[in-house]
Each structure stands twice: as C-alpha cells, then as structure tokens.
C-alpha cells in the first residue's frame, strides 16, 4: 500500500480551470452601473474580441471563463474595459439608449 501523502505527491498538478457557464444578462444592473458612473458611457473604436481571460467582467461582476468570448476595448480615457460578449452588446445597447 503506497502512503497517501506519497500517493499525492504523484497525481498530475493541473490549474484550476474556470468552466464556461451560460451568460445572463441582468440589464437593471448595466443600468444601475451607468447611472451610477461605474460603466462608462463612451469607448474607444478599437474593440479585440478573445477567448476569456478568467478575468471579472465589468458588467455582471462575474468571472470572463476560458471558454467563452470576452471583449476588450478602452474607455475614452484609455482604461481597459472587459466583457462577456453577451454583457458587452447590452452595454452598448444601453449606452446608445441613453440609460
């Protein structure tokens, strides 16, 4: 019988993976995030789309998986600005109805 603590030194070392979930769109909280000045109401042109990042998306404040599309682009001061794809098109829709 090996030791468990040997036993464990021999298991393959993986990161963690953060898993794609399916992406909903809370768009009162886009809302409230515009009016309350924590999402900008402007962006640079520029726009580079990408797999995720495991990075939190200004939005939904959800991490942006592996697996799905996150969406980059500056604010009009130059900040960057991260999305899920989903998230990114309410912002955008939002922002150009005036919320």
């Not at 900008?40 to 991490?63: F, Y």
């Not at 599309?69 to 500056?74: A, G, L, S, Y």
């Not at 900040?79 to 150009?96: G, I, N, S, V, Y």
């Amino acid at each position: 019988m090996i030791p468990r603590e040997l036993y464990e030194l021999t298991l393959p070392r993986t990161p963690p993976r953060v898993r794609a979930c399916e992406v909903s769109v809370d768009i009162e909280q886009i809302r409230q995030k515009l009016r309350a000045g924590a999402l900008p109401r402007g962006r640079q042109p520029k726009t580079w789309r990408g797999t995720g990042s495991a990075r939190v998306c200004m939005a939904c404040d959800r991490i942006i998986a592996r697996d799905d599309t996150e969406i980059e682009c500056d604010d009009l001061e130059g900040r960057p600005l991260r999305f899920h794809k989903e998230c990114f098109d309410a912002w955008e829709t939002e922002c150009e109805a005036g919320a």
